[in-house]
């Protein structure tokens, strides 16, 4: 099983973007959450980045926050979590990284949660309310899976090169201020933005928030080595009829992915 930095390599090495798909874990049903997962990854989806259920996902735009409420709702917790992730990987070997909030996990015991993510074949983790500053009382713990930090449009030069001395896997690098949501298109401020801080890190840099067209795509392509999509594809999943629902999801992602191999 490659880590995420080398399969992030291995995608990059014929030409493409990598193209990582946000689900919130067991949306929009909880029983049929491993079938769409993998129809996700076979749709083009080189990386899967699930979402833990969470009451007060404060990173995340109105459309992810209504499926976190309604994951919630109908039960999913840590453990289906990773349960997911167990049976998404005898079926498929891509990178699942999980993305959540600290209380969850706290809740949940962190080294219980560290080590039953390792076991459950999680590559690496996205905690967006653990700063830098307490990362290391936070993931003492853990040296077996990738934690992938995040920079903002707000990061400083030195913090940023502070931030890729710690992140493994790749830096999440946020697009824009402010929550995830659908935009149009990115200013040259930001893709100015973008441009520094892929001058400035080593590591992989996978860009999100915002991104929701193939247009978008080829607007950022040239600063990252890939791009993540988390609103549209939950905004797909939202209309009310399941099968036509994943229809259109992953038509999606087919198209997100055949961009990617052409920017």
Not at 176 to 187: A, D, L, P
Not at 213 to 224: A, G, L, M
């Amino acid at each position: 099983m490659a880590n995420l930095k080398e399969h992030i390599q291995s995608v990059n090495n014929k030409n493409e973007k990598v193209l990582s798909i946000f689900l919130t874990a067991g949306f929009p049903n909880k029983n049929k959450f491993v079938d769409l997962a993998c129809k996700v990854f076979d749709a083009g989806a080189d990386i899967i980045e699930l979402g833990i259920p969470f009451s007060d996902p404060l990173a995340d735009g109105p459309v992810i926050q209504h499926s976190s409420h309604l994951a919630i709702q109908n039960g999913v917790s840590i453990k289906d979590v990773l349960t997911y992730t167990e049976q998404i990987k005898n079926k498929n070997d891509k990178p699942i990284v999980l993305m959540g909030y600290a209380n969850p996990i706290l809740n949940y015991g962190k080294n219980n949660f560290f080590r039953d993510a390792k076991q459950a074949g999680v590559h690496g983790l996205i905690i967006s309310d653990v700063p830098l500053e307490e990362y290391d009382s936070f993931f003492e713990e853990q040296n077996d899976l990738d934690v992938v930090l995040l920079t903002t449009p707000t990061s400083t030069e030195d913090r940023i090169m502070e931030i890729d001395e710690r992140s493994k896997g790749f830096i999440y690098c946020v697009s824009v201020t402010g929550t995830t949501g659908i935009r149009k298109e990115f200013s040259s401020e930001t893709l100015n933005s973008l441009k520094s801080t892929h001058s400035i890190v080593k590591n992989k840099m996978l860009v999100g928030f915002g991104i929701s067209s193939p247009e978008n795509i080829k607007q950022i392509s040239p600063f990252c080595d890939g791009v993540i999509v988390g609103s549209a594809v939950i905004k797909r999943l939202m209309n009310g009829d399941y099968k036509i629902d994943v229809e259109e999801t992953v038509k999606l992602v087919n198209q997100l992915k055949e961009v990617c191999k052409t920017v």
